[in-house]
């Protein structure tokens, strides 16, 4: 039951949110959407990296030589707020943990991602990126 709401509200949120994305083409919307709501982690991140890697295109910010999501918002953080940029700090940590294997910071053990994380973290990644992208089109601010 706790599942069929969520992904109901899920579908819903972020219909809403892909609707508001008007930069992306019908196709990527449509291919994010279902990312967001039915993929693994890794897809539902790597969706942000593009989505990040659009975004630079967009402002003609060059990510060469820059790895990863954290990389990737330093050479964009003229154009994103400290809030947002706050943000995907919490997305690429997640990230880390889930495909970095052990953490030498955490005498080598290995991250765990929670159901609780696992079920914010597409929540999270969606709002995010109606975010940012309001901010740049309107100069809303919102989190």
């Known amino acids: 039951m706790v599942v069929s709401v969520y992904l109901i509200f899920?579908?819903?949120l972020f219909g809403k949110i892909i609707k508001s994305v008007?930069?992306?083409t019908p196709c990527s919307k449509g291919i994010l959407l279902a990312t967001l709501c039915f993929g693994s982690l890794r897809r539902i991140t790597n969706a942000f990296e593009s989505f990040l890697a659009d975004f630079a295109v967009r402002k003609g910010v060059s990510l060469s030589g820059r790895n990863g999501i954290l990389q990737k918002r330093d050479a964009l953080s003229a154009h994103?707020?400290?809030k947002h940029r706050g943000m995907?700090?919490?997305v690429g940590q997640v990230r880390n943990a889930a495909?970095?294997?052990a953490d030498p910071d955490e005498n080598n053990q290995v991250w765990t991602i929670s159901n609780e994380t696992a079920r914010i973290y597409p929540c999270i990644i969606a709002a995010l990126i109606k975010a940012i992208f309001s901010r740049d089109a309107t100069g809303s601010i919102e989190v």
Do not use: Q, T, Y
């Open 10 to 12: 899920s579908v819903r």
């Open 22 to 24: 008007n930069f992306l």
């Open 80 to 82: 994103i707020s400290k």
């Open 88 to 90: 995907i700090e919490f």
């Open 99 to 101: 495909d970095h294997g």
